[in-house]
Every structure is written in structure tokens, then in C-alpha cells.
């Protein structure tokens, strides 16, 4: 085939998805999770530390999702039980029960769970967008077309939710400083989002109008969602409350005739009908940052114990397990839409994953016996680099190779290659002192 027949090929491939279903989307997360836990306990006694990691957590990432999808449950089960294995039997029990009853203070005041967390939604992120493309990456995983759950429909709620993790508390800053480091990240994404739009024009590379819209595109998603979050809680301090109410607002709209806009046949002859999924779903992904951000502040809550904070990440674990089952029976979950569902669902695997990792690192013995890996710490720092070189590497192989007819043997080694390649990078800059 032609160039111009591959490229409708490649289109048509990426369309009507149903996903798979939300626990297993769970577990592929989860999974990744666990090898990290893996990699970060008992680190610190590790030579070649870049190498160990890599195999501890980015090559299982890579296989677990090609070549072993199949195996996925055995695979968690597995490292569940040599993870926990060297848990119980290194752990103090006496010592780990008395820093639960210790105030949640941190070293130099970070949470090294959230750190964790925020590297590998990138690192995923980052592996998935060039996965995709080859036949390997099993279809369930790649974005659905309107409803249903997938691993890559995770990703920019994922990133939305960690922006709102790491958010700085306003009260505490000036209203200048506030505009000053606002103004530099939007700035930043509204330049990127620009840049992805006009090269996708002038490289003709193939996209999907119905993921975003004809103009829109992830960059822009997570500016306005920042700058619409910003002013929220500069002048509503109530993250929590906020977020319920902005997603109950948002589900309403859907409700009340904007969901079947977004997915009717309407023409795009104006810029926000061309761009209406990217545009409609908006108010959903701020509900997002804003409930991140109230988790943050529950998490750096240093007037409480240990104890009280796990008892609460229990409690509403459950209870959102429960709220977001029973809202998905009524209105199914959508990544295009970031309805009600969809948003409480990735709560959810954020609490969920929060709790693990909380507990993992305050139960350990010794302060320096949960770090996190060193190619997380570096992701972690300069995500954003990070992922524009992981959009520059995608298009570049897009570019010179027809990935959908690559064999299995020619895949395994361009997604090593791209992720061996993509971790140098922001290891390099990193050191450089280099940072967008």
C-alpha cells in the first residue's frame, strides 16, 4: 500500500474501541505499581541502579503489555507475592506499628508516594503512545471511541490528577507569584499544543478527529484545565466540595443534551464545533485537578498521625469503589466526555494506589528503606521535557516505519530501543541542569 492508503489504514485500525473493563484496566496500572514498589524497596544496596530499574519496571511494563498481555493476572500475582514476601520478612512489626502513631511529618517535607506515582504515569503515558501503534499492544488497551474503560483512556486523567497532587497551596503565595508560575506552564502547554497541531498538518501524519476535536489536542486539555482550576481555588478553598459540585454540574450539561451534541453527526463549521470533544470534556478533567488537590492537602496533613491518614484513605477507597460501580450501571464511563463516571473511576485507582504506596513507605524500618528509583526521580523532575521528546520519537518512527507491519521481534526492540533512548534523554538534561 501507498503512503496515503497506510495512513487511512492506520486511521481506521485506531477506530471503534470498546476497551476492556475497569478492573482490568486496574491491574494493568497496578502492575507497573508493584514493580516499582520492587525496584524502590532495599534500593539503596543496588549497583547499576539505571540497569536494575530498567528491568525491574520498564521492561516488565513493556512485556506485560505485548508480548505477555495474556498473562496479565498471573504476571500480578506473581510479583504480589515477592513483593509482600520481602516486606514481611524485612519489616519490623514493633517499629513499624510505632511510626504509624508518629505525626505525618516527611523528610524535607515530600511524599515520596507521590513522586512514585506522578513518574510512572508519565513512564506509562510515554510507553503507551508509541505502543499503540503496533500490532502487539492489544487493541483493548488502546483509547475508546465513546464509552468503556482502556489503559490509554487513563493517561490524560492521570496527568491531570498528578498536576493537581503537586499543586502549591495559594493562600501561601502572592497574588503575583501565583500569575508568574501559572503563566510560564499554560504558556509552555498552549505553545506545545500549537506546535503538535501544525506539524500533524504539515507531516500529514495520521490522527483522530473524534479523540479531541479537529484543532484540540491533549496540550490544550491540561492548560485550560489548570488556568479554570487555578481561579477556583484562589477563590474557593473547598477542593473537595468543589470538585463534586464543577463534576455534578458537568454530568448535568451531559444530561441535558451537550453528551449527545459531542457524539451526534452535527457539521464542525465553527472552532468550537470542530472542536467539541476536547472543549466539552474540560469541566470533568477540573473536577479532577480539583480533587487532587484536596488529597494533597488530606496527605500533608501534619497535625494527624499516620494511622488516621491510611484510616481515611481506607474508608474513601471503599466507598468510591462503591459510588463509582454503581454510577458507571447509569451512565457508562467515557474518556471524550470526562463524565461523572469516568472521573470517579480514575479517583478511585488514585486512592486506591495512594494507599499502597502511603503505607509501603511509612511502615518501612528505616527511613531510607523506600526510595524512589532513580529513573522515576528524573521523570518525575521533568515530565514535561520528557514527554515532548516521547511525542518527537513517536512521530520520528511513525514517520520512517509502517509499525502496524512490523513483526514481533522488530516491535520488542523498537519499544526498548524508544524507551531505553526517552529515559537517557531526561536523565541527561537532568543532570545538565536542564528543565522546561
Known amino acids: 500500500m501507498n503512503s496515503s492508503e497506510y495512513k487511512k489504514y492506520h486511521e481506521s485500525f485506531m477506530q471503534n474501541n470498546h476497551g476492556s473493563n475497569a478492573s482490568h484496566v486496574f491491574f494493568c496500572i497496578f502492575f507497573t505499581v508493584q514493580c516499582s514498589v520492587l525496584a524502590a524497596y532495599k534500593i539503596r544496596f543496588i549497583s547499576y541502579r539505571y540497569a536494575y530499574e530498567y528491568l525491574y519496571i520498564v521492561l516488565p511494563l513493556i512485556c506485560a503489555h505485548t508480548i505477555l498481555s495474556n ?99 495559594l493562600a501561601k503565595n502572592k497574588y503575583t507569584d501565583i500569575i508568574k508560575g501559572n503563566l510560564k506552564f499554560v504558556t509552555i502547554l498552549l505553545f506545545l499544543g500549537v506546535a503538535r497541531f ?62 449527545g ?29 480539583l480533587f487532587a488537590a484536596h488529597l494533597k492537602t488530606e496527605l500533608t496533613n501534619v497535625a494527624v498521625t499516620r494511622h488516621v491518614i491510611i484510616w481515611k484513605l481506607i474508608k474513601s477507597t471503599i466507598i468510591m469503589w462503591v459510588v463509582s460501580y454503581i454510577i458507571n450501571e447509569f451512565r457508562p464511563a467515557s474518556r471524550t466526555l470526562a463524565n461523572a463516571s469516568y472521573c470517579l473511576y480514575l479517583e478511585t485507582v ?29 521523570i518525575n523532575t521533568n515530565g514535561l521535557s520528557y514527554f515532548l521528546a516521547a511525542n518527537l520519537l513517536t512521530g520520528s518512527v511513525n514517520l520512517t516505519i509502517r509499525t502496524l507491519l512490523a513483526s514481533n521481534i522488530v516491535t520488542f526492540i523498537i519499544l526498548n530501543t ?19
Open 198 to 259: 501544525c506539524s500533524i498538518k504539515q507531516l500529514d501524519y495520521q490522527e483522530h478527529v473524534t479523540e479531541y476535536g479537529v484543532h484540540w489536542n491533549f496540550f490544550f486539555t491540561l492548560a485550560i484545565c489548570k488556568i479554570l482550576s487555578t481561579i477556583l481555588l484562589y477563590f474557593i478553598e473547598c477542593s473537595n466540595s468543589l470538585s463534586f459540585v464543577v463534576l455534578f454540574v458537568h454530568e448535568l450539561f451531559l444530561y441535558l443534551g451537550l453528551q
Open 261 to 289: 451534541w459531542v457524539f451526534g453527526d452535527s457539521p464542525r463549521d465553527s472552532l468550537i464545533s470542530a472542536n467539541r470533544e476536547g472543549v466539552c470534556s474540560c469541566l470533568g478533567y477540573v473536577a479532577l485537578y
Open 418 to 436: 524508544y524507551m531505553i533512548l526517552t529515559t537517557a534523554f531526561v536523565v541527561y538534561i537532568n543532570k545538565r541542569g536542564i528543565k522546561l
Open 350 to 378: 488514585l486512592l486506591t494506589m495512594e494507599l499502597i504506596l502511603y503505607f509501603v513507605e511509612v511502615t518501612q524500618a528505616e527511613e531510607t528503606d523506600f526510595n524512589v528509583p532513580l529513573i522515576l526521580q528524573h
Open 71 to 169: 498473562y496479565l493476572n498471573f504476571l500480578n500475582i506473581i510479583v504480589f507475592l515477592i513483593v509482600n514476601y520481602n516486606i514481611i520478612t524485612t519489616t519490623n512489626l514493633s517499629i513499624a506499628k510505632t511510626k504509624l502513631n508518629q505525626l505525618n511529618k516527611f523528610k524535607n517535607n515530600r511524599i515520596q508516594s507521590i513522586s512514585l506515582l506522578r513518574g510512572l504515569t508519565y513512564l506509562i503515558t510515554v510507553f503507551c503512545i508509541l505502543a499503540v501503534d503496533f500490532k502487539d499492544f492489544p487493541r483493548y488497551l488502546a483509547k475508546t471511541e465513546n464509552y468503556g474503560y482502556s489503559l490509554m483512556d487513563t493517561g490524560v486523567g492521570l496527568f491531570v490528577l498528578m498536576s493537581g497532587l503537586v499543586h502549591k497551596e
